[in-house]
């Protein structure tokens, strides 16, 4: 199982707890389903090719511990780790891993919003055959021991319903807390989002610890988009070294809808996302966004996988990567274009810059083609700043401290200006520029 027995003896005894302490027809039937393929799969280990680069397993030798759902986070602390102009958004807080009620807040009405834990929707007439119909379906793409280990505990989490023609004016912001004050903590947050027809939603992920012990965060969020839907979706994480995570993000576009993603990652840890797209109905369109600038001994590695199962369906990818320090940077990046999928158009490009000697990226750009009436294209590169653009800036009386934080920051903001939220993309922008200052002085 390529861990220490005695975590495995605490995981298996706290499943069985939860199955007991928590009876849910459905929810034990899936989580009995995970754990079957946790047992079978393991964690895995970097002789694993979708794991190469990121030795999740050494995750599993320290002794994280499951949450309690007693954890000391306050109002206090979600006000200080709260985005820009909260106040005009709805807020989802969880803490370790559980949803907490009592720290969120609903702003919309409940006709242009429904957030209810996923025990209650699996009880409510209305919600539960779409819980029965698509929760779990990542598993059919993701099928690790590490992404059967969430499903394993599924337990304080979302259910997220936005009605048919409802377009969302506010957007979602989900906070993910780590509570690490009293011990290392193992959170697994599980959220399933249905936009049904003609529908929008913007929602945001933001990080944050509190406590100085390892966190490892391994999340699944599950995204239903029917057709005429329009999603946006943007990760920030900006942590604490002592924060690590595993988050999949799996986009079901099941009618013709429009898809964005962007993924920010400015500090943390051992960070792995899974950024899923797939297309299910002809003419779907996505698009996705990733800016990793790294520093310290940070570890980022972004996989992503876009499934164009149907003809007539665009998507176009862009991921960059700036690598200080001993940071590493990983890119994987998948584009399948089935047999039927005739007509598509799929783009994928990963670009790198490397700041120091020590830092490193892997980028593997891949396409698998089935058809043969498309255009698809990929390609990665690599390399140091541009010494004639920093000699054109010199020459122009700007420092060279200055001159490679301007470059830096035009590299990224391909990638930033993609936010289309304004506050958030401002706020970014200022973490970046905090970020380059900081690297260039």
């Not at 800016?291 to 149907?310: C, F, I, M, P, Q």
């Not at 590169?381 to 653009?389: I, N, W």
């Not at 920093?390 to 060279?400: E, K, P, Q």
């Not at 001159?403 to 973490?431: C, G, P, W, Y």
Request: charged content about 20%; some cysteine.
């Amino acid at each position: 199982m390529h861990m220490a027995i005695s975590q495995f003896n605490y995981i298996e005894e706290k499943f069985e707890a939860l199955q007991t302490a928590h009876p849910n027809v459905l929810l034990n039937e899936v989580r009995q389903k995970g754990f079957q393929t946790y047992q079978t799969a393991g964690v895995p280990s970097c002789k694993n090719e979708e794991w190469r680069y990121t030795p999740v397993n050494n995750l599993f030798k320290q002794a994280f511990l499951f949450s309690d759902n007693k954890a000391a986070i306050n109002a206090a602390f979600v006000d200080s780790v709260r985005l820009p102009e909260s106040a005009t958004a709805n807020e989802l807080v969880f803490v370790n891993g559980l949803y907490q009620p009592s720290l969120s807040t609903i702003r919309s009405a409940n006709d242009e919003i429904v957030v209810l834990c996923m025990e209650a929707a699996s009880a409510d007439a209305r919600f539960a055959d779409i819980l029965k119909a698509h929760l779990g379906k990542s598993s059919l793409y993701v099928q690790d021991g590490v992404h059967a280990l969430n499903t394993s505990f599924i337990n304080g989490g979302v259910f997220v319903y936005i009605p048919k023609n409802t377009q969302a004016t506010l957007p979602l912001y989900v906070y993910q807390i780590a509570d690490t004050v009293h011990h290392p903590v193992l959170a697994q947050p599980r959220s399933l989002i249905y936009l049904a027809e003609s529908a929008s939603l913007q929602l945001v992920e933001h990080y944050a610890t509190s406590g100085n012990s390892d966190s490892f965060t391994n999340e699944i969020m599950e995204v239903v988009v029917a057709g005429n839907s329009v999603f946006e979706y943007y990760k920030v994480q900006n942590d604490d070294a002592s924060a690590n995570q595993v988050n999949t993000t799996h986009i079901r576009q099941i009618g013709k809808s429009y898809v964005h993603t962007v993924v920010i990652t400015l500090s943390g840890g051992m960070i792995r996302n899974n950024t899923n797209i797939i297309m299910e109905t002809p003419g779907n369109e996505a698009h996705m966004y990733g800016l990793y600038l790294l520093k310290g001994n940070t570890h980022a590695d972004n996989h992503t996988l876009v499934d164009n199962r149907e003809p007539h369906c665009f998507s176009n990818e862009l991921y960059k990567g700036i690598m200080d320090d001993a940071a590493t940077g990983v890119f994987s990046g998948k584009i399948y274009v089935r047999p039927h999928a005739q007509k598509t158009n799929a783009y994928q490009s990963n670009k790198n810059i490397l700041l120091s000697e020590k830092a490193t990226v892997n980028t593997k750009p891949q396409l698998e083609i089935f058809a043969d009436d498309v255009k698809c294209s990929h390609g990665c590169t690599v390399g140091r700043l541009d010494e004639e653009a920093l000699f054109y800036l010199r020459s122009r009386g700007i420092d060279a401290a200055q001159a490679k934080a301007m470059l830096l920051q035009a590299f990224a903001n391909d990638v930033v200006e993609k936010i289309k939220i304004d506050s958030l993309r401002q706020h970014i922008e200022t973490l970046i520029a905090n970020r380059l200052s900081l690297q260039t002085n």
